[in-house]
């Protein structure tokens, strides 16, 4: 499938796919078996890159704020939690089938999609849609009859609703607040796509925060403001984010407002992080399906009232995949020589510094600098090949500084640092390293 017009040209999604399985970014599940669509595995450098943004979200949502609280509820709950949502009875895609090559394809993603391989002109013969539920299904205990069903969550917000109360009266906080959540979620796709875009089983860092009905057009624009920062701090250039607000046929039935943050891909601007004004649906349909009030009490006004919600959920793979393409780069060098280079903002990449012995013969001491360093950093140690060619391998993975011991660090007590972007070197004392990578990283 060619790449919509308004897709970016500066990175080719085939390139990026082939970094990242050689690197040891992110690569198929299961790939010695020809691997299962929809499913991948985060290698040595895809984990740190996806953890440090999960680190990151879980600082600022949690960590630097009085008024959110953290949770990590069951990937399988109550059914009737699922119910409540109305994932069970309305979680679909419109999906159609081809009567002549037998594949299955989204309703509403039919524009451009590959030729038949058995109709005459490579046109398809299309059933009607219908709707194909995309909860995973399970079962719980030994038998597998109707009583043991159970569902992967979908959405990682439902335990959240579910927890609200406990939450609340634990931690002793009062409305307005809100509990986040980074978790695990499924769901059954029918044409998994996009490298780790759209995929069959993904993480979600969302936030549910609970507030006053009269409240929640404020709180949604200073979530809409916080998340929107929060992309630019990852180092997302400004010129491949951007909002959209949902239009008023788009919105669900119970919304009061929805935003999304976009990122513009190489196959096109797609969703990254959604906003959401949900109002009182979610406390109130759970209050329904389970009997439990879930009412606040407003001692001032005595009033009792459903508490709104606004929502941030954001994809830990797709704010992943984002960064990859936003820092891929290829540089031409003097000399004709082409320079491969991941521009990671230094708070997200997975190594931060890789240290080298100029020669074999300093491994000793150029190790116990790595080891001091790892106590405070990720750190690569590599004593094979050229210092070029080191120096190449780093600025692949996207590692911000490089420190080269040589045979005058053993008399004067400096290494070398050098930048990944600017290629600059510099001397620094061996001993201040710590406070010199720390010094920047907080200066971002």
Known sequence: MSAPDDARSDVRME????????????????????GINGFWDYGPLGVELKNNVKAFWWQRMVRERDDVEGLDGAIIT????WEASGHIANFSDPMVDCRLCKKRFRADQLEGIAKCTEGRGGEHSLTEPRDFNLMLETHIGASADA????????????PIFTAFKRVRDASRQKVPFGIAQ????FRNEINPRNFIFRSREFEQMELEFFCHPDESAKWFEHWRSVRLQFHRDLGFDESNLRTRPHAPDELAHYANAAEDVEFLFPFGWQEIEGIHDRGSYDLTQHTEFSGKDLSEFDEQSKERYVPAVVETSVGADRTTLALLCNAFDEEELEGGETRTVMRFSPRVAPIKVAVFPLSKKLREPTKKLAADLRKRFNVFYDESGAIGRRYRRQDEIG?????????????DGQVTVRERDSMSQERVSADQLRTYFQDRMDAL
Do not use: M, N
């Open 147 to 158: 009583a043991s069903v159970a569902y992967l969550r979908a959405e990682t917000c439902g």
């Open 399 to 411: 590692t911000p500084w490089c420190v080269t011991y040589d045979f005058d660090s053993q008399e």
């Open 15 to 34: 390139d990026l796919v082939s970094l990242c399985a050689r690197r040891g970014f992110i690569f198929q599940s299961g790939e010695i078996y020809g």
């Open 182 to 185: 980074i978790g695990k979620a």
């Open 78 to 81: 109550h059914p009737r939690t």
